[in-house]
Structure formats: C-alpha cells, structure tokens
T-cell receptor, first 110, second 114 residues
Framework: GQQVMQIPQYQHVQEGEDFTTYCNSS?????IQWYKQRPGGHPVFLIQ?????EVKKQKRLTFQFGEAKKNSSLHITATQTTDVGTYFC??????????FGKGTLLTVNP | DAGVTQSPTHLIKTRGQQVTLRCSPK?????VSWYQQALGQGPQFIFQ???????QRGNFPDRFSGHQFPNYSSELNVNALWLGDSALYLC?????????????FGSGTRLTVV
C-alpha cells in the first residue's frame, strides 16, 4: 500500500534559524496536504499542493511539490516559538485515501 | 464556531470491552473520516463515510466498524478491545474528498485500554 515517509523525525532549532521537513511517497500522488499539530492538540490543515512543481507560500512558510509528484517539502524561514509543533504531510493517492507521514516534531529554543 | 465535535474526550475501558465514539462534523461538511493516532505517530486512516456508507477503509480489522447518520454525524465502534487499541481517535470532516480545503479535525477521544 501507499507509504508516506517524513524526515527528520525531530528537529531542534534556535529561534531565528530556518527549518525544513521532507516528505516522500512510495507512489505518485494526486495531491499532498500539510498539517500542523501543536503539543496536546489536533492536526490543523495548512495547505494543499496539486500541480507538479508547485510552490506556495504562507508568510514565512514555503511549500513545494516535486516534479514527479512523489515528494514535498515545508520550509520555515526564521522560526519563532509559535512554530513549535509536529508538521505532517499527507498524501492522496489514486485511491483517494489520505495517508499521513509520521511527522516532524519541531522545537524552538528562544 | 461549528467545528468538529467529538465525545467523549477521554475514556478508560477494560480489555475485551466494546466502545463507541461519536463525532459531529463541521457545519456544511458531508464526509467523515476516522483516524487512530498512537503517541508520537502520525494519524492512521481507519475509514471514511459519505452518504451513510463506508467509502474507504484502511488496514484495520473488522473489530473496527462505523456508521454515519442522515445528519452526517458518525460513530466509531471498536469491539473486543486490545491493549494496543489505546490511542487518540480523531474524527475529521470535509466536503466530499476534502480536496479543496483539507480536513477539519476534532480534538479527539483519548482511549485507554487497561
């Protein structure tokens, strides 16, 4: 079945440093979504990427979808303490199932 | 804010028992998906309901069953509970496949099996 892998599992940064998490799928995706889950909270939808090579920005967050539609990345510029949480990618395959990766836990030292 | 409402928030059950979890979707959403999230892991897809029918199912045994009602609310039932069923159970609602605006998750039900 479809598998979605994320690296790194954990990332600790100093406030102001950049952060990137990478997502890879075992199969070609129709689209990919990104979610953020704060400690003790639930996943919150951030964005969806659909087109090959698509790049979207939300303030300090930049999302990319690979040309082959099998990988994606989330980059945060100049992290802030409010960025703390686990970032999940979730890939939708041809069967329309949304499969989540294991997530990257980001901690930020002020 | 008519977000996704789940009940109960916490539950403790004994091995072998049965449990029912409930979910009211966000206003305007017609599709409900259930996920199981173990500690430190990503959400694992259990199944999805649309028009009162199970539309998709993940790799979960038949002990996991569900239902969707005409008002789009949903229930997740787990029979013969195992210790390994202890997890956060998340309900997510969407409009159809959630391809436009993603899924809206509830706060979850924390199930502990002892």
């Amino acid at each position: 079945g479809q598998q979605v892998m994320q690296i790194p599992q954990y990332q600790h940064v100093q406030e102001g440093e950049d952060f990137t998490t990478y997502c890879n799928s075992s199969t070609t995706l129709s689209n990919i979504q990104w979610y953020k889950q704060r400690p003790g909270g639930h996943p919150v939808f951030l964005i969806q990427l659909v087109k090959s090579g698509e790049v979207k920005k939300q303030k300090r967050l930049t999302f990319q979808f690979g040309e082959a539609k099998k990988n994606s990345s989330l980059h945060i510029t100049a992290t802030q303490t409010t960025d703390v949480g686990t970032y999940f990618c979730a890939g939708r395959g041809s069967n329309y199932k949304l499969t989540f990766g294991k997530g990257t836990l980001l901690t930020v030292n002020p | 804010d008519a977000g996704v409402t789940q009940s109960p928030t916490h539950l403790i059950k004994t091995r072998g028992q049965q449990v029912t979890l409930r979910c009211s979707p966000k206003s305007g959403h017609d599709t409900v998906s259930w996920y199981q999230q173990a500690l430190g892991q990503g959400p694992q897809f259990i199944f999805q309901y649309y028009e009162e029918e199970e539309r998709q199912r993940g790799n979960f045994p038949d002990r996991f069953s569900g239902h969707q009602f005409p008002n789009y609310s949903s229930e997740l039932n787990v029979n013969a509970l195992w210790l390994g069923d202890s997890a956060l159970y998340l309900c997510a609602s969407s409009l159809d496949w959630g391809t436009a605006y993603g899924y809206t998750f509830g706060s979850g039900t924390r199930l502990t099996v002892v």
